[in-house]
């Protein structure tokens, strides 16, 4: 989520609160959108997230939703998430290259998602995605079938990694014919809740039943190290429950 990006755990850095996006009324005013009419029969989802945890972050629900509707999936992570600790010993970028993506597989397992699942890894360098974004672009723009439906971060997100990935992915749609959705994640952070500054007009919500929900905070709290901060050198958890409370509404919301 916030690979990178030192999110200060004082009330000036807490961001949008929970109840301010839940007054809004233009997230109240968001029509729903069934998953089985976003991805339609016999389209494959792609999902395209720049750092371990993203995928679950912005649309574990659906995730698990998609897996129950059968439809085909595709897992891209761009990045494995080395620079969400910057300067920690405990949590150094070695060992976050590996911890990082063992993270994912578990949260996915708390999805039900099969082991099996199609999964690239890409190894991009994190907070460098925009440094290889035309190479990014080539890797999908070579996988992607018209059929596809390729689920990005939001290419306003505020996050560097984030909006290199949207836009690869906005590139690659363009040339391959597939379908571009796009998910909001650092938004929630620093956004008004009736911010003119996000697409309302393309927002739409997914629907997550309480069993799904519980899904997906089960899968979120395998991120262990995104959970942690490390206090000898000042580092807050990346994701404090404050933020986490924006990411785990009873919904999820894309941009068609």
Same mark, same amino acid.
């Given at each position: 989520?916030?690979?990178?990006?030192?999110?200060?755990?004082?009330?000036?850095? =807490?961001?949008?609160?929970?109840?301010?996006?839940?007054?809004? $009324?233009?997230?109240?005013? *968001?029509?729903?959108?069934?998953?089985?009419?976003?991805?339609?029969?016999?389209?494959?989802?792609?999902?395209?997230?720049?750092?371990?945890?993203?995928?679950?972050?912005?649309?574990?629900?659906?995730?698990?939703?998609?897996?129950? +509707?059968?439809?085909? +999936?595709?897992?891209?992570?761009?990045?494995?998430?080395?620079?969400?600790?910057?300067?920690?010993?405990?949590?150094?970028?070695?060992?976050?290259?590996?911890?990082?993506?063992?993270?994912? *597989?578990?949260?996915?397992?708390? &999805?039900?998602?099969?082991?099996?699942?199609?999964?690239?890894? &890409?190894?991009?360098?994190?907070?460098?995605?925009?440094?290889?974004?035309?190479?990014?672009?080539?890797?999908?723009?070579?996988?992607?079938?018209?059929?596809?439906?390729?689920?990005?971060?939001? =290419?306003?997100?505020?996050?560097?990694?984030? $909006?290199?990935?949207?836009?690869?992915?906005?590139?690659?749609?363009?040339?391959?014919?597939?379908?571009?959705?796009?998910?909001?994640?650092?938004?929630?952070?620093?956004?008004?809740?009736?911010?003119?500054?996000?697409?309302? $007009?393309?927002? =739409?919500?997914?629907?997550?039943?309480?069993?799904?929900?519980?899904?997906?905070?089960?899968?979120?709290?395998?991120?262990?190290?995104?959970?942690?901060?490390?206090?000898?050198?000042?580092?807050?958890?990346?994701?404090?429950?404050?933020?986490?409370?924006?990411?785990?509404?009873?919904?999820?919301?894309?941009?068609?």
């Amino acid at each position: 989520m916030n690979d990178g990006f030192v999110v200060s755990d004082d009330a000036q850095g =807490r961001g949008t609160a929970l109840h301010a996006w839940q007054a809004s $009324e233009k997230l109240a005013a *968001v029509a729903a959108i069934s998953t089985d009419l976003l991805v339609p029969f016999a389209h494959r989802a792609v999902i395209v997230a720049p750092h371990p945890d993203d995928e679950v972050l912005g649309c574990g629900g659906l995730l698990s939703q998609l897996h129950q +509707l059968q439809r085909d +999936l595709l897992l891209v992570s761009v990045t494995d998430g080395t620079a969400s600790h910057p300067g920690s010993s405990n949590w150094s970028a070695q060992r976050l290259a590996i911890e990082r993506p063992q993270e994912s *597989v578990q949260a996915l397992a708390r &999805l039900d998602l099969p082991a099996d699942l199609d999964w690239q890894r &890409l190894g991009i360098s994190d907070t460098a995605v925009a440094e290889q974004e035309a190479d990014l672009t080539r890797f999908l723009t070579d996988r992607l079938q018209t059929t596809d439906v390729v689920f990005s971060t939001w =290419r306003g997100d505020g996050h560097g990694d984030h $909006e290199a990935v949207g836009r690869a992915c906005a590139a690659a749609c363009l040339q391959s014919g597939a379908r571009l959705v796009e998910v909001p994640i650092w938004a929630w952070h620093w956004a008004e809740p009736d911010d003119q500054r996000l697409p309302w $007009e393309r927002a =739409r919500k997914v629907l997550l039943d309480p069993a799904t929900l519980q899904r997906k905070r089960d899968a979120v709290g395998a991120f262990v190290s995104q959970l942690q901060g490390d206090p000898t050198v000042g580092l807050a958890p990346i994701l404090p429950d404050w933020a986490l409370q924006r990411l785990l509404q009873p919904f999820e919301l894309v941009f068609i």
